[in-house]
C-alpha cells in the first residue's frame, strides 16, 4: 500500500515539476506566438472548422428539436385529456350550474 502512496506522491510531483519548468524555460516569444495562433486547445482551427459546417447536419438538428418539441406537447395534451377524465362527475354537474354571461 505505501508503494502505490510514493507513486502517486512523486506522479504528481512530476506533473508539477514539469509544469514549472515549461511556465519558466521556454522563451516567452514562443508562449506569445503559440497563443496567438490559436495553438492551444486546438483554437486555430475553429475557423475552418465553422466554414465546413454540413448543411445536413444542421437541418437534422433542427429536425430533432421539433421531433422533441411535438412530443413534449403530445405528452402534455394526453396528461390534459387523462385529467379531465378522471374529473369527479360531481365537479361536471356544478360546472354546468354555474351562470354564464
Known amino acids: 500500500m505505501e508503494l502505490v502512496v510514493v507513486a502517486a506522491i512523486v506522479a504528481v510531483s512530476f506533473g508539477a515539476a514539469a509544469?514549472?519548468?515549461?511556465?519558466?524555460?521556454?522563451?516567452?516569444?514562443?508562449?506569445?506566438k503559440s497563443a496567438s495562433e490559436g495553438r492551444y486547445?486546438?483554437?486555430g482551427?475553429?475557423?475552418?472548422?465553422?466554414?465546413?459546417?454540413?448543411p445536413r447536419r444542421e437541418q437534422a438538428r433542427i429536425d430533432t428539436r421539433?421531433?422533441?418539441?411535438?412530443?413534449?406537447?403530445?405528452?402534455?395534451?394526453g396528461?390534459?385529456?387523462m385529467m379531465r377524465?378522471?374529473?369527479?362527475?360531481?365537479?361536471r354537474?356544478?360546472?354546468?350550474?354555474?351562470?354564464r354571461p
Open 93 to 99: 354537474r356544478d360546472h354546468d350550474r354555474t351562470a
Open 66 to 77: 421539433r421531433v422533441r418539441r411535438s412530443r413534449v406537447r403530445a405528452r402534455i395534451q
Open 19 to 32: 509544469t514549472w519548468l515549461l511556465a519558466t524555460r521556454l522563451p516567452e516569444h514562443w508562449l506569445d
Open 45 to 54: 482551427l475553429e475557423n475552418e472548422r465553422a466554414a465546413e459546417a454540413d
Open 41 to 43: 486547445a486546438h483554437l
Open 85 to 91: 377524465a378522471l374529473r369527479p362527475a360531481i365537479a
Open 79 to 81: 396528461a390534459a385529456r
